[in-house]
C-alpha cells in the first residue's frame, strides 16, 4: 500500500511552510531563524517533516507535519511536533512521533524525554499509550499568551529504546498507525 505521506529530513526549503504550521499550531511559535539555526548549526538537532502525497489525494497540504529532537548522548528530547490542524486525528502524530524515536534509537538513543502542556490530554494520551511515563513537572513552563494562561509542564520519559522488548512494540505501532493514517486519509 503506497502511504499518502512522505518523510523526509527538514530542510531550509521547508521553512516557509514550517512556520505557517507553526503559527498555527503554538500560541507562543519559533521563529524562522531558530529553525534555520537548528536545521544549519546544530549538529545535535534532527528535524523531520511529513509531506503529503498530492499525486494520491490533491486536497493534502504540501506539509502535513513536521518534528524534531535533540540528541544529547544516550537521550532524546524531543523539543516539537506539528501536525496541520485539519489533519490531526488521523495518527499522523503517532506516525510522525514513532519515526523520531526510530531515528533516535539508529543514533544509540537509549531514552527519549519531552514536555507537554499539563492540560494536553490528546498528546498526554498518545504518548502514555506509547510507553511514556511521567517523572516530573516543569512549573509555569509554558508562557501566558492572550489566550492561554501560564501552564505547568509534565516531564515524560520513554526508557530503553535500546532494547528491544521496548522497541518491537513500538514497531508494530508504527504500522497499526501508517495503515490507519492511510486508510482515513485515503478513504475519508
Known amino acids: 500500500m503506497d502511504l499518502p ?5 527538514m530542510t531550509i526549503d521547508d521553512l516557509q511552510d514550517v512556520m505557517v504550521l ?9 521563529s524562522i531563524n531558530a529553525y534555520r539555526r537548528e536545521i544549519e548549526y546544530n549538529p ?23 518534528g524534531g529532537f535533540w540528541e544529547l548522548g544516550e537521550e532524546a528530547h524531543i523539543v516539537t511536533i506539528a501536525i ?8 499522523l502524530g503517532e506516525v510522525l512521533l514513532l519515526i523520531m524515536i526510530g531515528r533516535a ?14 492540560h494536553n490530554d490528546a498528546a498526554q494520551k498518545l504518548y502514555e499509550g506509547l510507553g511514556f511515563v511521567r517523572v516530573g513537572r ?8 492572550p489566550t492561554r494562561p501560564r501552564e505547568d509542564a ?18 508494530v505501532r508504527y504500522e497499526q498507525a501508517a495503515t490507519t493514517a492511510t486508510r482515513r486519509l485515503l478513504v475519508g
Open 44 to 66: 545535535r538537532s534532527h528535524y523531520i517533516v511529513l509531506h503529503g502525497r498530492r499525486d494520491l489525494l490533491p486536497a493534502l497540504p504540501a506539509l502535513l507535519g513536521y
Open 138 to 145: 516543569r512549573r509555569g513552563y509554558y508562557p501566558a499568551t
Open 84 to 91: 496541520s490542524p485539519a489533519w490531526q486525528r488521523n495518527k
Open 22 to 30: 507553526e503559527e498555527r499550531c503554538f500560541p507562543t511559535p519559533w
Open 5 to 9: 505521506f512522505t518523510i523526509s529530513d
Open 105 to 118: 534509537r539508529a543514533l544509540g538513543v537509549r531514552d527519549v524525554a519531552l514536555e507537554v502542556r499539563e
Open 154 to 171: 509534565l516531564l515524560l520519559t520513554l526508557s530503553g529504546i535500546d532494547q528491544d522488548a521496548v522497541y518491537s512494540p513500538l514497531l
